[in-house]
C-alpha cells in the first residue's frame, strides 16, 4: 500500500489549503481514511476521519475549519483546509484502516509520505 500526501505549502494567517492523499495497492473504497499531522516536537495527532459511507470526524482543535472529503473513484482523500493559524504548521500525512468486503478490520497501513504545512503569522 502506498499513500502520497501533497498539496502543501507556505501560507498567510487565514488562508486556506486544500491537501490530497492518493492511494495505491489497497481497495480504497474499503478504507477509513485519516489524516493526521505532526509538529516539530510533539506528538502526531489525528486531525480528522472520513469512514466508508462518508461519516466524518474531527479533532477538536478543528472546529468547523477543515473538511474532509474523498473520491473512491479517484481513491484519493482529501482535506480542505481554511483560516489556517500558525499552530497549524506540521507535516500532514494520511493512513488508512482496511476492512474486507464483510467489514471486518485487517489492519492498518501506516503514515505515508507527508506534506509540509507552514503557516506564517
Known amino acids: 500500500v502506498q499513500l502520497q500526501a501533497s498539496g502543501g505549502g507556505l501560507v498567510q494567517t487565514g488562508g486556506s489549503l486544500r491537501l490530497s492523499c492518493a492511494a495505491s495497492g489497497t481497495i480504497f473504497s474499503r478504507n477509513v481514511m485519516h489524516w493526521y499531522r505532526q509538529a516539530p516536537g510533539l506528538e502526531r495527532e489525528l486531525v480528522a476521519t472520513i469512514t466508508t459511507t462518508g461519516s466524518t470526524n474531527y479533532g477538536d482543535f478543528v472546529k468547523g475549519r477543515f473538511t474532509i472529503s474523498r473520491d473512491n473513484t479517484k481513491s484519493t482523500v482529501y482535506l480542505q483546509m481554511n483560516s489556517l493559524k500558525p499552530d497549524d504548521t506540521a507535516v500532514y500525512y494520511c493512513?488508512?484502516?482496511?476492512?474486507?468486503?464483510?467489514?471486518?478490520?485487517?489492519?492498518?497501513?501506516?503514515w505515508g509520505r507527508g506534506t509540509q504545512v507552514t503557516v506564517s503569522s
Open positions: 493512513a488508512a484502516d482496511q476492512y474486507d468486503y464483510t467489514g471486518t478490520y485487517l489492519e492498518g497501513t501506516g
